[in-house]
């Protein structure tokens, strides 16, 4: 059977979706009334997710710390949980009045009959107006529980036997407000749409990386850290790179990674857009959005807040504030100067931004910044690749390279590249600019190594500069 769950908004919210637990285990089962009481044996995997309604607020900000599913004898079972909380805007979970749904995690429960889920989150929720302008409410004390957070409930009154997805409806439009406390109310609804991967938003997901297989750029692994693992494939298309700004990203069990994608129902995997291999545990506030207000000479921009991690911002558009010691990214991860990357935004451009957050002024002091986005021709698709020259043709300006070291595409040591420098400019060791002809005397010495920088087209680097390393 497939269990869903969702929640609606108050006064025109959008859908969430929470990914739940797959268990193992599969029994026939049915979807409300009918069934045993009687405890079964075995687990199988449940998923959750969260969607919502349209209403007059332009963004309703909760932070979920974890969702459970309740017996008819009173005891729980953890789905997942969260002590620092997923930050979720629920309002953007309808788009044009199509709802939309958000992956939460996975977890693995008994098999067995549930009543309620209980849908965990923090007692404050930030909602913003239309015009941008933010207020924080407490949820009603009603729904306060003895973990000292917000407890929504959501009957669901069903076996659960098999694979199971549950959609949450925060059903906003029933959400009732005073002055200073919200009312919430949720609800269970199936959805054909839940099949459609064009209605799933695409989330940040951290965890460790375990049982990786395959070889680059075609790779599997896990995911664990909240719930059950999660699967996870990678493709010739996913952005690889490194936190702390070093060369050659490569997967390895047992790092902290961050994934950018989307969950598919019908495989139980997430495609990577991006994985972001971390230097750190800690998780640091960031913002993800389209870009306005760039003022190069300040190093300072807004961002619309579409994704948010660590903090609940107090209006919809959050400042970044840039300085000397912030590390700038292009679009598939390379890094680049301050003049360079502020040269290359655009407004709307999609981007995130890591950092410190302050909430008096709404401002993110960045310790990262990196442009996002799918389209091959926005700012900053630079790769970056550095090796031993052969196959030169002098005529057409190409050659191969052995890979050494790589930033912006998935490589390996040994792995050979063609570079096009039809267009390319040319520098000498020392950095100075040089002629073609010139750079391919240089090249042509024995053990000659090249650095090649342009946009990636299939296996071969189209350079815009090459320098003789």
């Known amino acids: 059977m497939r269990f869903h769950c969702f929640t609606k908004k108050l006064i025109g919210f959008h859908s969430f979706v929470a990914g739940a637990a797959i268990l193992t285990t599969a029994l026939l089962a049915g979807c409300g009334g009918g069934g045993s009481e009687a405890a079964a044996s075995g687990t199988v995997p449940v998923a959750m997710f969260a969607t919502d309604a349209v209403n007059d607020y332009a963004q309703v900000w909760v932070k979920v710390h ?27 979970l309808n788009q044009g009045g199509a709802r939309q749904f958000s992956f939460l995690a996975q977890g693995n429960i008994p098999i067995g009959r549930y009543r309620r889920a209980d849908v965990i989150v923090d007692h404050s929720v930030s909602l913003v107006n239309l015009a941008g302008v933010g207020v924080t409410k407490q949820f009603a004390a009603s ?26 409806d925060f059903d906003l439009e029933n959400w009732t407000e005073t002055a200073t406390h ?5 609800k269970r609804i199936e959805d054909p749409n839940l099949g459609n991967d064009a209605r799933h938003r695409e989330e940040d997901y951290k965890g460790i990386i375990g049982s990786l297989a395959g070889t680059v750029p075609t790779q599997t692994f896990t995911l664990s ?7 996870v494939v990678t493709t010739a298309d996913t952005v690889i790179f490194r936190e702390d700004g070093g060369v050659n990203p490569v997967l390895a069990n047992g790092q902290r990674a961050e994934i950018r994608g989307k969950f598919n129902i019908s495989t139980r995997t997430i495609t990577a857009k991006s994985i972001k291999i971390e230097d750190a545990r800690a998780e640091e506030p960031k913002v993800f959005g389209p870009m306005s207000e760039i003022n190069a000479d300040a190093g ?4 619309e807040a579409k994704l948010v991690r660590g903090f609940i911002p107090s209006a919809s558009m959050v400042k970044v504030q840039t300085s000397d010691t912030t590390r700038f990214r292009l679009r598939r991860g390379l890094t680049t100067t301050k003049a360079e990357w502020f040269a290359l935004a655009k407004p709307a451009a999609p981007v995130e931004a890591e950092g410190v957050y302050n909430a008096e002024t709404n401002t ?18 630079e790769v970056e690749g550095k090796g031993a020259v052969s196959d030169i043709n002098v005529l057409e300006k190409k050659f191969k390279i052995t890979l050494s070291e790589w930033e912006g595409f998935p490589g390996a040591v040994g792995k050979v ?15 100075d600019m040089i002629s073609a002809a010139a750079f391919l005397e240089l090249i042509a010495a024995p053990g000659a190594v090249v650095k090649a920088k342009g946009r990636l087209d299939g296996d071969v680097i189209v350079a815009d500069f090459c320098q003789v390393r």
Do not use: C, W
Request: no cysteine; net charge negative.
């Open 66 to 92: 974890g969702i459970r599913l309740v017996r008819p004898d009173g005891t729980a079972v953890t789905v997942f949980e969260d002590a620092a909380g997923t930050v979720t805007d629920l309002r953007a």
């Open 143 to 168: 729904f306060d529980a003895p973990d000292g957070k917000t407890h929504i409930p959501v009957s669901i009154e069903a076996e659960v036997s098999s694979t199971t997805n549950v959609i949450v």
């Open 182 to 186: 919200v009312t919430p109310s949720a």
């Open 225 to 231: 850290g909240r719930g059950a693992a999660i699967n």
């Open 300 to 303: 300072s921009f807004f961002v």
């Open 364 to 381: 993110l002091t960045a310790k990262s910044v990196h442009f996002e986005g799918a389209d091959d021709d926005g700012p900053g698709n």
């Open 417 to 431: 590249m063609s570079v096009n420098a039809a267009e390319s400019q040319f520098k000498n060791r020392s950095g």
